[in-house]
Every structure is written in structure tokens, then in C-alpha cells.
């Protein structure tokens, strides 16, 4: 499939000094329609958020740097500002893809953004590892996918070098296809290993995707 426009759903389990995420946890509520201001310097200013909760008003209101700006039957709607610094919203707009919903829940928070290609995600995901740890991809849909309910993101990361070239190579020549391409002998002469270690480097990989796919 030729890279097109993808839709990417991420969580990040600890998100840092994220005031939206630990209203969520700290208030036990949803938050959700995240709106930010820009501040007019690029590198100073205040940065003013907005959300909604449909719960959790006397913790929310407690912390004194949250105000409410208004209250109706979706849950009320609140306001606070920030300084600019590295949060996990503008680290992945450092990448030029502006995140489009942010919402939270115990915690964690949850992004959606639009990437041009499948690159641009990878960077987005190892950077954010690399300074909150605990990223997951939720869902990807391309471009004209029509049924995302049953969509699926797998986190090829989880392999490991061997274990993918196994996989790829697999696929390339064959082996999955009926009736076969290759046979197992002739995936493993491939690739330079014995006949078990191929088996062995297979199962494992299919093992680790099919627990993603199935949500095991």
C-alpha cells in the first residue's frame, strides 16, 4: 500500500507536567475538548488551554490555577494558562503535524494528529519515548478507509531486527502465499540460517503481532 494521509491515535501513559492530564487523574474525570492559544513569540509568552469535564468541578476548582469559564449539560468549561515549554502536544507539532484532539482520562493522555507518511510517524513515536517512556499506538487509518472500527496499528517496534528480516523475508518470497513460493528450507537458505532458528525467529514474530491484533 502507497503511503497516503494517515490518521494517528497515540496515548502517552506519563506525559510530564501536563496540567490537562492530571486534572483527569486527580478529579477522576474525562477531559476532553482541548483547545490552545500560540503565544506571539515563538520562544516566550503564556499559552492559554481551555477543556471540558463533565465531573470533578470541587477537585478541579481546588487547584486555584483553573478557573471555570462556563457550565452547561455537556459538563463545564474551564480555563488556565502555562508558559511555553516541551509538553507532549508541541513535541509532536515540532514535526509539523498539528494535533488535531487531546483528551484525557486517569492520567493519561491521548492525541490525534494527520502524518503525511508512515516515517513521519515512527519520528514522532521514538521521540516521544525517548522523553516520556510510555507511548502507545492506539490506531492508524489511511486516507479513504471507510471502516475504522476495526482497524489496527501494529507496533512493528516490538520486533526485534531478526525477527522482522524473518518476517519480511518471508513475505517477499512467498512462504505465507497458497500454494507456497518458498517452502521453510528455502526461506532459511535465504537468510543464511537453519531450518529451527527460521521456525523459531517465525513463531516468535507472529506470536508478538498477533497478541497486538487481538488485543491478548
Known amino acids: 500500500m502507497t ?3 494517515i490518521r494517528v491515535e497515540l496515548s502517552v501513559d506519563s506525559p510530564g507536567a501536563c496540567p490537562v492530564a492530571a486534572v483527569s487523574e486527580e478529579a477522576g474525570t474525562a477531559v476532553t475538548d482541548v483547545a490552545r492559544s500560540a503565544p506571539l513569540d515563538d520562544d516566550e509568552g503564556q499559552v492559554v488551554e481551555e477543556f ?3 465531573g470533578g468541578a470541587q477537585a478541579i476548582e481546588s487547584r486555584g490555577d ?3 469559564v462556563f457550565a452547561g449539560g455537556g459538563g463545564a468549561r474551564y480555563r488556565f494558562e502555562r508558559e511555553r515549554a ?3 502536544c508541541e513535541t509532536v507539532e515540532e514535526f509539523a503535524c498539528p494535533v488535531a484532539d487531546i483528551r484525557a482520562e ?3 493522555l491521548r ?3 494527520h502524518a503525511p507518511d508512515v516515517d513521519r510517524i515512527r519520528a514522532i513515536v521514538t521521540r516521544l519515548k525517548e522523553l516520556y517512556g510510555d507511548v502507545s499506538l492506539r490506531s492508524l487509518r489511511r486516507d479513504g478507509e471507510t471502516n ?3 482497524s489496527v496499528l501494529v507496533d512493528r517496534s516490538r520486533l526485534t531486527d531478526r525477527q522482522r528480516e524473518v518476517l519480511e523475508t518471508a513475505i517477499e518470497m512467498g512462504y505465507f502465499r497458497y500454494p507456497k513460493g518458498a517452502n521453510a528450507s ?7 540460517i537453519s531450518v529451527s532458528t527460521f521456525a523459531e525467529h517465525l513463531a516468535a514474530a507472529q506470536t508478538k503481532l498477533l497478541d497486538t491484533i487481538l488485543d491478548v
Open 66 to 68: 483553573i478557573a471555570e
Open 3 to 5: 503511503d497516503s494521509g
Open 52 to 54: 471540558t469535564a463533565d
Open 186 to 192: 528455502e526461506v532459511a537458505e535465504e537468510l543464511d
Open 111 to 113: 492525541l490525534t494528529f
Open 86 to 88: 516541551g509538553c507532549v
Open 148 to 150: 475504522p472500527t476495526d
Open 106 to 108: 486517569s492520567g493519561q
